[in-house]
């Protein structure tokens, strides 16, 4: 029988995607107040703060927005739990988020996106503002907060909250949502497909989540509406599955559905569970030698490929850590010749050196060339000039 990830499974990739995305050390804290101040390693924020940095001022990764009240009560109120809220944004603007998270009076939610857009690109960034204005006004969001690119907020792993597994969105994902109303939208499909989870071997799995995703936002739905959706990717995406199994399926969702089944995804920090490396078997009862002994194998065979595979993701976050510190060392070294070779440039020219013609000259913001020059020095170093000249 087809099952969905484990809780454990996801867990893991939502941490690699937010450790991929975000940079190589950031400020958190386990109160709002104290996220600004401390900075750690991001793999350690991301384990122990439960208030952390999004984005950059240079750099966005993540749409995140924020919604604390609805038809004069809290979102928490109106909405019941993260199900009712996803409920409300499917059938709102049509895409799914690629996480939701439960605070004290509403939800935040997010998109990750597949291109960083980056702040000294006056075009993306104008365009990536407008969407966040449109879904902000769409869904009713909290003006102040959702319109922020980047700050603090609530880090998923440690509340709860429900991980998608949809990522990698586009802007021009969202590019319906400008200048329309909430009653003229023709909405997508709330889920988003990729082609390498449709490879043989993987293809019912694969299409069995997709239908439950898409089964999830749907406050009707016949076995039909599912076959047609599984039939639409199925064609389009050139999977090649047969009628027989698109029906198996359909009819398996359907079911779920019926049953009000459809959580996958959602956890709740309450009813975690804290011992990550246990393997969870069910006892054994009722086996004689034999069949005990090929349980035990069986169990063992498990473990150790379990093991294998932790140890796998373990040194690929360590490369990828790695990998990101030696990028960053050379953004670093990279910025600062700009600079040098800017200062040397307005030198040449004998033009004034200051913080916005250097900005200007090296195409990077003042923050950052304030980390690689200080025009205090730069003075002080003239006065000593002018006295051993005079």
């Known amino acids: 029988m087809t099952t969905l990830l484990p809780y454990k499974e996801i867990h893991e990739e939502f941490e690699e995607l937010l450790i991929k995305n975000l940079p190589l050390k950031i400020k958190g804290g386990n109160e709002k107040y104290t996220a600004n101040i401390y900075q750690y390693y991001t793999a350690k924020a991301l384990s122990e703060c439960k208030f952390i940095n999004f984005n950059t001022p240079e750099r966005i990764s993540f749409m995140i927005f924020d919604i604390d009240e609805y038809e004069n009560k809290t979102a928490k109120e109106y909405f019941k739990n993260i199900d009712g809220f996803f409920d409300y944004l499917a059938n709102t603007i049509g895409l799914e ?3 939701i998270l439960e605070t004290d009076k509403g939800f935040h939610f997010a998109y990750h996106l597949k291109n960083h857009i980056f702040t000294n690109q006056p075009k993306a960034l104008k365009y990536l503002q407008n969407i966040k204005d449109a879904i902000t006004t769409l869904l009713h969001c909290d003006p102040i907060a959702s319109n ?14 429900y991980y998608s597994q949809q990522i ?4 021009n994902d969202f590019k319906y949502l400008l200048h329309t109303s909430n009653t003229k939208l023709n909405l997508p499909t709330t889920v988003k497909v990729n082609k390498e989870d449709l490879e043989e071997g993987n293809r019912n799995n694969s299409l069995f989540i997709y239908a439950m995703r898409f089964a999830k936002g749907q406050n009707y739905l016949t076995k039909n509406l599912i076959f047609d959706f599984l039939e639409k990717i199925n ?6 599955l047969n009628n027989k199994e698109l029906n198996q399926i359909s009819g398996s969702v359907f079911k779920y559905w019926q049953n ?13 569970n804290i011992n990550k490396n246990i393997m969870a078997f069910k006892k054994m009862k009722n086996l004689n030698k034999t069949e005990y002994e090929a349980e035990r194998k069986k169990r063992q065979s498990a473990a150790a ?4 595979k932790l140890r796998d993701r373990e040194k690929n976050k360590h490369q990828l850590l790695k990998a990101k510190a030696e990028y960053q060392e050379k953004q670093k070294l990279e910025n600062k010749l700009k600079v040098d070779n800017a200062i ?10 200051s913080y916005a013609a250097l900005s200007k000259e090296t195409s990077l913001d003042r923050r950052t060339v304030k980390k690689y020059f200080n025009i205090a020095d730069l003075n002080t170093t003239k006065l000593k000039d002018n006295k051993n000249s005079s």
Do not use: A, C, Q
Request: no cysteine; glycine share 4%; net charge positive.
């Open 305 to 308: 490929k379990r093991t294998l």
């Open 148 to 161: 922020r690119l980047y700050g603090v907020w609530r880090n998923p792993l440690l509340h709860n909250h």
């Open 235 to 240: 064609s389009e995406e050139e999977v090649e």
């Open 344 to 353: 040397e440039l307005l030198k040449t020219m004998n033009k004034k050196i």
């Open 168 to 171: 990698n969105y586009e802007l």
């Open 97 to 99: 988020p690629t996480y």
């Open 260 to 272: 009000d089944k459809i959580e996958f995804g959602i956890i709740s920090t309450k009813n975690r």
